[in-house]
């Protein structure tokens, strides 16, 4: 017996595989038992296989009435569809057949072990003091349903519901569009809904012109969460690092923000959201002297104004907090300068405004990191010249001085 030798099984012929997916989802025991020995015998070109009640009871070791208990629960969780089927017996007669049992896919039962869940999730969170929540629903829903299909639209509301009766804010990423829902729920505060700052992660990334068209076109519709503020602009830092994970074919390895330094921080101004992030990572950060714009700013601002723009071309923005004003300035791929009247601002009241510029040699493709920080004292009736290298910006800080 010692001696016989152990003849190695063909792991497609005598195994079959069962999600490990299947562990996560909270099923009974007899559930797992169940959906296992359906994979056993489904044909594997249709995911589908015909048996009856008592043959898996016999062959599980349960009785009729707890396959049916627990067939129904697998049906229940989204793992299983059954279908009555008919036979014909010899004398003609129409009888009831097994059911037809068909495996579905495991991400379907994911998205609905996710909603079932969601509620505990969210009171969890909220007991622990927790208040706001980010979402994401990156690749695509179940059963190949689109994020703006009636199944996504569904879903986003029934969340954005559940989270109200919490008192749970929202920034949603991969969301429907913008429709006013904010007017009814409002602690649905930003999401995303366009392309934003990690399209430049895996792809040729955003144009320079794309930040001069959104606040044209899908800012219209409400706060965009586009998450700006990278300072490695030529990833320099990450992208010959081994953590480094190829995302998708797009991803040729040469991946890079196309702006500069100064417009990373006007954005912060321009792409309106109640909610900014800090997209770079933080040893990126550390005793830069750019990050006080961010350290400074407040994007829970109480008034908001457009200074000058045209679609695709250029853009300025001020935004009021408090008692702060923060401008924000950007251009395409084309330099400028963009004379800016600072009427604004409160009048009879001196401003220490810290200017964060472009570099005087900067340009978006080669040499995105020069910038300056300057400051000066400046009044309602004064008017800057914002000097914008290609692909460039300028970002502004306006604080009230006490004299």
Same mark, same amino acid.
């Given at each position: 017996?010692?001696?016989?030798?152990?003849?190695?099984?063909?792991?497609?012929?005598?195994?079959?595989?069962?999600? +490990?997916?299947?562990?996560?989802?909270?099923?009974?025991?007899?559930?797992?038992?169940?959906?296992?020995?359906?994979?056993?015998?489904?044909?594997?070109?249709?995911?589908?296989?015909?048996?009856?009640?008592?043959?898996?009871?016999?062959?599980?070791?349960?009785?009729? +009435?707890?396959?049916?208990?627990?067939?129904?629960?697998?049906?229940?969780?989204?793992?299983?569809?059954?279908?009555?089927?008919?036979?014909?017996?010899? @004398?003609?007669?129409?009888?009831?057949?097994?059911?037809?049992?068909?495996?579905?896919?495991?991400? +379907?039962?994911?998205?609905?072990?996710?909603?079932?869940?969601?509620?505990?999730?969210?009171?969890?969170?909220?007991?622990?003091?927790?208040?706001?929540?980010?979402?994401?629903?990156?690749?695509?829903?179940?059963?190949?349903?689109?994020?703006?299909?009636?199944?996504?639209?569904?879903?986003?509301?029934?969340?954005?519901?559940?989270?109200?009766?919490?008192?749970?804010?929202?920034?949603?990423?991969?969301?429907?569009?913008?429709?006013?829902?904010?007017?009814?729920?409002?602690?649905?505060?930003?999401?995303?809904?366009?392309?934003?700052?990690?399209? +430049?992660?895996?792809?040729?990334?955003?144009?320079?012109?794309?930040?001069?068209?959104?606040?044209?076109?899908?800012?219209?519709?409400?706060?965009? %969460?586009?998450?700006?503020?990278?300072?490695?602009?030529?990833?320099?830092?990450?992208?010959?690092?081994?953590?480094?994970?190829?995302?998708? %074919?797009? @991803?040729?390895?040469?991946?890079?923000?196309?702006?500069?330094?100064?417009?990373?921080?006007?954005?912060?101004?321009?792409?309106?959201?109640?909610?900014?992030?800090?997209?770079?990572?933080?040893?990126?950060?550390?005793?830069?002297?750019?990050?006080?714009?961010?350290?400074?700013?407040?994007?829970?601002?109480?008034?908001?104004?457009?200074?000058?723009?045209?679609?695709?071309?250029?853009?300025?923005?001020?935004?009021?907090?408090?008692?702060?004003?923060?401008?924000?300035?950007?251009?395409?791929?084309?330099?400028?300068?963009?004379?800016?009247?600072?009427?604004?601002?409160?009048?009879?009241?001196?401003?220490?405004?810290?200017?964060?510029?472009?570099?005087?040699?900067?340009?978006?493709?080669?040499?995105?990191?020069?910038?300056?920080?300057?400051?000066?004292?400046?009044?309602?009736?004064?008017?800057?010249?914002?000097?914008?290298?290609?692909?460039?910006?300028?970002?502004?800080?306006?604080?009230?001085?006490?004299?």
């Amino acid at each position: 017996m010692l001696n016989t030798p152990y003849v190695k099984k063909d792991t497609i012929k005598n195994f079959f595989p069962v999600p +490990n997916a299947v562990f996560d989802l909270g099923l009974h025991h007899m559930e797992i038992n169940i959906y296992a020995y359906l994979l056993r015998i489904e044909d594997r070109r249709t995911y589908q296989c015909l048996v009856s009640y008592p043959t898996i009871a016999r062959k599980l070791g349960i009785s009729v +009435n707890t396959v049916a208990k627990y067939v129904a629960a697998l049906e229940e969780h989204g793992l299983i569809r059954t279908e009555r089927t008919e036979i014909i017996t010899r @004398d003609g007669l129409k009888r009831n057949g097994c059911l037809r049992y068909t495996i579905l896919p495991i991400k +379907n039962a994911l998205a609905l072990c996710y909603e079932r869940q969601m509620e505990k999730a969210i009171k969890w969170y909220t007991d622990k003091g927790i208040h706001i929540l980010k979402t994401g629903y990156a690749g695509a829903f179940p059963d190949g349903h689109s994020h703006h299909g009636q199944y996504g639209v569904n879903h986003y509301q029934k969340v954005v519901e559940t989270a109200a009766r919490y008192r749970m804010t929202l920034d949603a990423h991969e969301p429907i569009k913008d429709t006013g829902i904010r007017r009814t729920w409002p602690n649905m505060m930003t999401r995303e809904g366009a392309r934003g700052m990690e399209w +430049n992660a895996w792809s040729e990334g955003n144009p320079p012109s794309h930040h001069e068209m959104l606040p044209f076109t899908r800012l219209l519709g409400g706060p965009m %969460d586009y998450t700006p503020g990278t300072f490695d602009i030529l990833f320099t830092q990450t992208k010959d690092s081994p953590k480094r994970q190829k995302w998708n %074919d797009q @991803d040729k390895g040469n991946s890079r923000v196309n702006t500069t330094l100064a417009k990373q921080l006007a954005n912060w101004v321009i792409l309106y959201s109640p909610l900014q992030m800090a997209s770079d990572m933080i040893e990126h950060y550390k005793g830069h002297p750019a990050f006080r714009f961010f350290r400074d700013f407040d994007p829970d601002c109480d008034e908001s104004r457009a200074l000058a723009g045209e679609p695709g071309e250029f853009v300025a923005v001020v935004r009021k907090a408090k008692q702060n004003y923060f401008l924000g300035a950007s251009t395409n791929e084309e330099p400028r300068v963009l004379p800016v009247s600072l009427d604004f601002l409160e009048k009879g009241k001196t401003y220490k405004a810290i200017i964060y510029a472009d570099g005087e040699k900067a340009d978006w493709k080669t040499n995105p990191t020069e910038y300056q920080i300057t400051e000066q004292e400046v009044t309602a009736d004064d008017t800057l010249n914002i000097r914008m290298a290609a692909g460039g910006g300028q970002a502004i800080s306006f604080m009230p001085l006490q004299k």
